[in-house]
């Protein structure tokens, strides 16, 4: 459960993809507005408050590059995370998209999970009161504020790599989550790590949550990754 009411606008003239990512919002317990023009959206932004904007880089008339400059002209909108979602994948591309005032970048297509640990990763930089201090999945619990994980009763010793997974994991419980996923998602997209290096600290994640009869609430997922299951005790 979230502290205070977080509102996404998402702008994306794509309906079918406005309303995914719209409804992956709110699954995640947030408000999300949508805007398929840069024109409406700007109408929104004028008419209430945001937390985070989502904009399509390609939009019919003025183009998601014009009103991120637009946007970051407006005294009340300077500080609002921007996060682009672009087709265009060149570095020059995203170079251009980073200075015009975006604060990250997602390249089409991209995976839901990826989306929202981008989105959290963004709200907890730019509103962390807004954000909920701890994430409860299962019998397991985890304390951003105090970085400290409970099973059950019993505090879970976790180096900072392994709360880091930990937390990728609780964020998106119950999605199947690539090794790739969670390299860009745990340790960044311009990391030189591989995957055997996903398994073995997810290895040293499963040994610290297991004691005794617990059962294991990371699931591998043959050929494609691993997934937290929602429904371990």
């Known amino acids: 459960m979230k502290h205070a009411t977080v509102k996404v606008l998402v702008v994306e003239d794509d309906p079918a993809l406005a309303e995914l990512i719209r409804f992956n919002i709110e699954a995640e317990g947030y408000t999300a507005a949508v805007a398929d023009t840069a024109e409406d959206a700007e109408l929104l932004i004028g008419e ?27 005294e009340d909108a300077q500080t609002v995370p921007i996060l682009m979602l672009t087709a265009r994948g060149e570095e020059g591309d995203r170079v251009r998209g980073l200075s015009t005032g975006a604060d990250d970048y997602v390249v089409k297509p991209f995976s839901v999970p990826e989306l929202i640990a981008r989105i959290n990763a963004l709200l907890r930089r730019a509103a962390p009161q807004r954000i909920a201090d701890t994430l409860q999945r299962g019998d397991i619990s985890l304390d951003r504020a105090a ?12 180096g900072p790599t392994e709360f880091k997974l930990l937390e ?5 419980a119950g999605r199947v989550l690539s090794r790739e996923q969670l390299l860009d998602g745990v340790w960044g997209r311009d990391s030189y790590i ?26 591998t997922v043959r050929g494609t990754g691993y997934v937290l299951d929602t429904t371990a005790s």
Do not use: Q
Request: proline share 3%; with cysteine.
């Open 48 to 74: 209430d408050r945001f937390d985070l904007i989502i904009l399509d880089w390609m939009l019919p008339g003025m183009s998601g590059i014009e009103l991120c400059r637009r946007i970051r002209r407006r």
């Open 147 to 158: 970085h400290r994980v409970m099973r059950k009763a019993r505090e879970v010793r976790l």
């Open 168 to 172: 990728y994991f609780m964020e998106n």
């Open 194 to 219: 591989d995957g055997r290096t996903v398994d073995v600290h997810v290895g040293r994640l499963r040994k610290a949550l297991i004691r005794g009869s617990d059962s294991d609430p990371i699931r």
